[in-house]
């Protein structure tokens, strides 16, 4: 299994484009997430999916939104690119089905708003 | 005030020796604990896992938990240089990761050989 996957890895904008992050994961986890962690400020939850078809704000969701069709994709989209929006994105997933519910992480994305 | 609050170091310590990490919390109705290990420019994976209160221990790493305190600890005895990574608390009140989790901003670690 390659666990969760996340492409890119490091992406440029400049302020007011728009892009997609994309998260899949291959352990057919039902629940999947979107984080971002800022130096210094810990890992703050943006949006989540208990199940395709279903999505529900974090904590931190404005300037950003997420859809899921299928179980084993959740792709984060930015519209307007702003600053503030420059971070480290980690997706992670889990299996609510098994007991083991802890979160497995993917290897980020860093992207830089200009 | 942070629901979690984590000293974000960074804390050095020679090869061998023990590591004392911590974090408080405000919020009681917490009762699941998690400690993450990220190595850098990696994502977070789980080290330990702690249900309420008492002691949990794996290898070298010893997770405790005094609810009373709203304090939890990691301990990692004879410290390698491949410990060298940030170390970051997570909890939350329902489950251990089916939910939202709640974070500390981290603790970075350096093993000194």
């Known amino acids: 299994n390659a666990g969760v996957t996340q492409t890119p890895k490091f992406r440029i904008l400049k302020i007011g484009q728009s892009m997609t992050l994309q998260c899949a994961q291959d352990?057919?986890?039902?629940?999947m997430y979107w984080y971002r962690q800022d130096p210094g400020m810990g890992l703050k939850l943006i949006y989540y999916?208990?199940?395709?078809?279903?999505?529900d704000k974090g904590e931190v969701p404005n300037g950003y939104n997420v859809s899921r069709s299928t179980t084993e994709d959740f792709p984060l989209r930015l519209e307007l690119a702003a600053p503030s929006q420059t971070s480290v994105y980690f997706c992670?997933?889990?299996?609510?089905?098994?007991?083991?519910?802890?979160?497995?992480f993917g290897p980020g994305t860093r992207l830089l708003v200009l | 005030q942070k629901e979690v609050e984590q000293d974000p170091g960074p804390l050095s310590v020679p090869e061998g020796a023990i590591v004392s990490l911590n974090c408080t919390y405000s919020?009681?109705?917490?009762?699941?604990f998690m400690w993450y290990r990220q190595y850098s420019r990696k994502g977070p994976e789980l080290l330990m896992y702690?249900?309420?209160?008492g002691n949990k221990e794996d290898g070298r790493f010893t997770a405790q938990v005094d609810k009373s305190s709203k304090y939890i600890s990691l301990f990692i005895r004879d410290s390698q240089p491949s410990d060298s990574a940030t170390y970051l608390c997570?909890?939350?009140?329902?489950?251990?990761?089916?939910?939202?989790?709640?974070f500390g901003t981290g603790t970075r670690l350096t093993i000194i050989p």
């Open positions: 919020n009681s109705a917490f009762q699941y």
């Open positions: 999916s208990v199940g395709a078809g279903i999505t």
């Open positions: 702690t249900y309420s209160s």
């Open positions: 997570a909890m939350s009140a329902r489950s251990f990761g089916n939910e939202k989790l709640t």
């Open positions: 352990m057919n986890h039902n629940y």
């Open positions: 992670a997933s889990s299996n609510s089905r098994t007991g083991q519910e802890t979160q497995y």
